[in-house]
């Protein structure tokens, strides 16, 4: 095992975990100013991956793709909130849970109705494919840099658009005290389907670039959902901090898991075995990694209050 | 859930002599919905397309849909046997379906014909006279590629497969074949879509050829990510990664990759030229290797049918082990184990015009059957 | 008799009718059908004391249904193939009697949800969802790729598993042990509610400080009351394995989690009989969109975003009024 192949990996892992970023943002903001548990947040993902196909294969144009998917998932966003989620604010997190529930199944299947059911196709643009090769013979793919770079740059957008303007101090503002902002004469009602909007283009997003080197189908938001979930309460829900954090956190995790466990098994056990061990133990990690987060701080990493 | 098709038109004049105009109820429990919808929907519209092509109203269809869970297909199984009295079912995709309906609908005298999956508890100790499978026993195409492997003179591959019991032995499967050195062995999560650790490993394994078996979603994922790679170590996987269904969203990540299997569509016999002809028109898509699958099955029912009445459970089931069908892969019989005995291709991925598919390059195996056949007492 | 209870003994009577009904006119799915409500009835009953009673709101009681099944799936294996489970520190063989399967999958579920509980209910809210979800994806993925027991293959029992005095092959007479078991369940939760344990756990669910100023510890009540919710919907598992004479990891899954979750609030939260109208009007549509459309789980969706939305209480509190206790 040499040392650039860590080197390697550890890269893998700030990638995956910046991919996971782009997806948590969305829904640690939502949580933490409506305090709304949005399961349908990967069917924004997804959504944001078929405009981004489809809209790629008419056009011939990955980059209007991208701003088809933002479009997309933004719009579909603001339509979930008018008619939606607008109600469930004041319930508890037992309906929104199956709300939500509800608008995966309705968002799947409406998907398979428009897009068929086979996978749609969706590579990355010219420009950036290929591999590039990094100081110290790293051979590493141009696109999953531009991943890392593009996922820094929204999580550096979303530090500046929170801290240093006005929407962002009325989304403060409605963390901390929901009538007070109203009383100042803030549309509170807009102000939120503009927050859900965001998180939902943000998704979109994720789901767009992510499916350019994965698989565009129905059903891929989920997984996604729930390592982006697994991100949000590592990191303490509703800090944008945290879910950056944790989700390097995750992304590392799991990329390192992956590779060190089954080398580890290997010193005691044959090597098929400890490959099955190794990759089981690999697959449960990120949950464990949770679990022990929680028991030590039930707020999160980044939680204000417990 | 039901929705019955009669089909219309005379099967008589079609098979004529010995035909025995009898009704069979076909329960057909398949994926129609979720994320694997694709590949039960092309198994269906390949059996369908058989019936039509024969002209047959002898053959009533029950379909549903089992929404890739276990206990509901086996609900579902529960249904047709016992309430809509099927004499033969068919129509499963995945293995852990197939596990949990097929023991149990054999037992209670139905026949089951897999279009798809083939598990190998089914095919040794766990073998049915009343299961037959028209696809493949799931290590074959693995096997396959093992074979391949060592006559391209490879001698030090990496191979790859999800950590779940297919996976397992797919990589079994290939190492009975493959006797040369491994530059890698791995198991990656079922349902993984970020393979930049594994790629990584790869290239730092020194490896003259890459073996992986990661049906659905997850080979896309990893063919584009490989790509990107840069990392130009030759690919070798079973056709569930290659076929075309799958190949238009890969794209030309998959060009050139050798992949193994029992049909390609330009197999040169009659059956599968009229096959693939009549697909594309009925449906405007080419035909996958599950449609080819399906539409076996169809056939390999309709030929019995001709031989036989399905009460009469031994003649029926002799005549099934006659195989007596044109199939669209040529040469097709049954092993000891109800299992095909067939060859088993590689084909490469070509572009066709603007359409990405696949070419037979070379036979693999011939008359291949399986490692478990001598297991199997009946 | 109350509205309500008149609602209830509608529902158990018509549950029985159609099992009824499906033996006496040969169609012996209706049957199956009715064991299918029961069971997941049962499993949204447990569900329903951690949920309804306590509000503890847990995404990850697939793992407690799982692992009931797969006591029941690997206790029989065992039997069937003549190997003892354990030989050592004690041999433990293998067994199909229900009678010793259930205590065990209740022992075994009880134990989980100990250990599961006492780490998780030191969070709340959006916390307590997301790590009652952690602990059964750890399940699922273990379930997944452990090969002793068939992996994500799941693992066949064959034969149902056997109750003294019942062929439980005969479909009536399974739906009766698994009806009768539903009834049990219900009429614990309907202790348990009326109790002073209840009336604790209610008082926690509203304002826990208030209860832990009169000196109850609220940790140890909603522990207590997470353990039998488990259990009960443990035991639920281990007959839904012998409807099925098959286990798998899809009992484990997070799409199993939220299923039950659906259950019971289609049925209506905190109520007795809830989950198991819920379960009924579940089975029923899946049964009846699915010959409408080969999309019909998008028309599920939408009824289930409709019951949320405009029939709060789902379907008890839409034919019995609203719930009596908060």
Known sequence: ?306 | MTRRIAMVAALAALIGGGAVADTVKVGMITTLSGGGAGLGIDVRDGFLLALKMAGTRDVELVIEDDQQKPDIAVQLADKMIQSDRVDVLTGIIWSNLAMAVVPGAVRQGVFYLSPNAGPSQLAGKGCHENYFNVAWQNDNLHEAAGAYAMKAGYQNVFIMAPNYPAGKDALTGFKRFYTGKLAGELYTKLGQTDYAAEIAQIRASGADAVFFFLPGGMGIAFLKQYAQSGVGIPLIGPAFSFDQTILAAVGDAALGVRNTSQWSKDLENDANRAFVAAFLKEYGRLPSLYASQGFDTANLLLSAMARAEVEDKAAFRDALRKADFASVRGKFRFNTNHHPIQDIYVREVVREGDVLTNHVVTVALEDHGDAYAAECRM | ?326
């Open chain 1, 1 to 306: 095992m040499s040392a650039v192949l860590i080197i390697e990996q550890v890269l893998n892992g700030l990638q995956f975990g910046v991919m996971l970023f782009l997806m948590a943002a969305g829904l640690t903001l939502v949580f933490g100013v409506m305090g709304l548990i949005n399961l349908a947040h990967g069917s924004l993902y997804m959504i944001g991956a078929f405009a981004c196909a489809a809209v790629a294969m008419a056009t011939g144009s990955f980059w209007l793709g991208l701003a088809a998917s933002i479009a997309a998932s933004a719009a579909a966003g603001a339509l979930i909130e008018v008619a939606v989620i607008r109600r469930l604010y004041d319930r508890d997190h037992l309906d929104q849970v199956l709300a939500t529930f509800a608008l995966i199944l309705v968002f799947s299947e409406g998907t398979r109705w428009v897009f068929g059911s086979f996978p749609l196709y969706l590579d990355p643009p010219e420009g950036l494919s290929g591999a590039v090769t990094l100081p110290g013979g790293i051979d590493y793919p141009l696109y999953r840099l531009a991943i890392i770079v593009a996922g820094l740059a929204v999580a550096a957008g979303l530090f500046w658009l929170i801290g240093g303007t006005r929407l962002g101090i009325r989304i403060r503002a409605g963390e901390s005290d929901r009538e007070m902002i109203a009383a100042l004469g803030v549309n509170i009602a807009a102000l939120y389907t503009v927050v859900f909007a965001l998180g939902a283009g943000l998704a979109g997003l994720a789901g767009a670039m992510v499916g350019a080197i994965q698989s565009v189908q129905v059903g891929m938001g989920e997984p996604v959902l729930i390592l982006a979930f697994v991100v949000i309460v590592i990191g303490g829900v509703g800090s944008v901090a945290g879910a950056l954090v944790g989700a390097l956190l995750v992304g590392l995790t799991d990329t390192l898991g992956r590779f060190l466990l089954p080398v580890a098994f290997g010193a005691i056990l044959p090597p098929s075995e400890a490959m099955g061990v190794g990759s089981a133990l690999a697959s449960m990690l990120i949950y464990l990694l949770m679990a022990v987060v929680l028991i030590f701080r039930p707020q999160g990493l980044f939680g204000a209050r417990a």
């Open chain 3, 1 to 326: 008799m109350t509205r309500e209870g008149a609602v209830n003994a509608v529902i158990l009577a018509l549950l029985a009718a159609v099992a009824l009904a499906g033996a006496a006119g040969d169609r012996p799915f209706l049957v199956t059908l009715a064991a299918k409500v029961a069971i997941l009835g049962l499993a949204g009953v447990g569900l329903n004391i951690a949920l309804g009673f306590g509000g503890l709101v847990s995404f990850g009681h697939a793992a407690f249904f799982g692992l009931g099944g797969y006591v029941a799936g690997i206790l029989a294996s065992h039997a069937q193939n003549y190997e003892p489970v354990a030989e050592w520190p004690i041999t433990i063989a293998g067994t199909q009697e229900m009678l010793i399967i259930w205590p065990a999958a209740l022992a075994a579920c009880a134990l989980a949800a100990a250990v599961i509980g006492a780490l998780s209910l030191r969070t709340s809210g959006i916390f307590f969802i997301m790590i009652t979800l952690a602990f059964a994806q750890m399940l699922y993925y273990f379930a997944i790729s452990w090969p002793a027991y068939g992996g994500e293959d799941g693992l066949p029992i064959y034969l149902r598993n056997a109750f003294p005095g019942l062929d439980t092959m005969d479909g009536l007479q399974f739906f009766a042990l698994c009806l009768a078991a539903l009834v049990l369940g219900v009429g614990l939760s309907w202790r348990l509610r009326d109790s002073r344990f209840g009336l604790a756990l209610e008082a926690a669910r509203q304002n826990p400080e208030r209860v832990a100023a009169v000196g109850i510890r609220v940790f140890r009540v909603r522990l207590a009351a997470f353990v039998i919710s488990a259990a009960i919907t443990g035991l639920a598992g281990a007959l839904y394995a012998d409807l099925n004479r098959f286990v798998s990891p899809a009992m484990l899954s997070w799409q199993t989690s939220g299923e039950l979750i659906v259950l019971v609030i289609l049925g209506g939260v905190g109520r007795l009989w809830g989950p198991v109208a819920g379960a009924g009007l579940f089975v029923f549509l899946e049964h009846v969109l699915g010959g409408v459309s080969e999309y019909w789980q998008a028309l599920l969706g939408l009824m289930l975003l409709g019951v949320v939305l405009f029939a709060r209480g789902g379907l008890l509190g839409l034919l019995a009024g609203a719930r009596r206790h908060g």
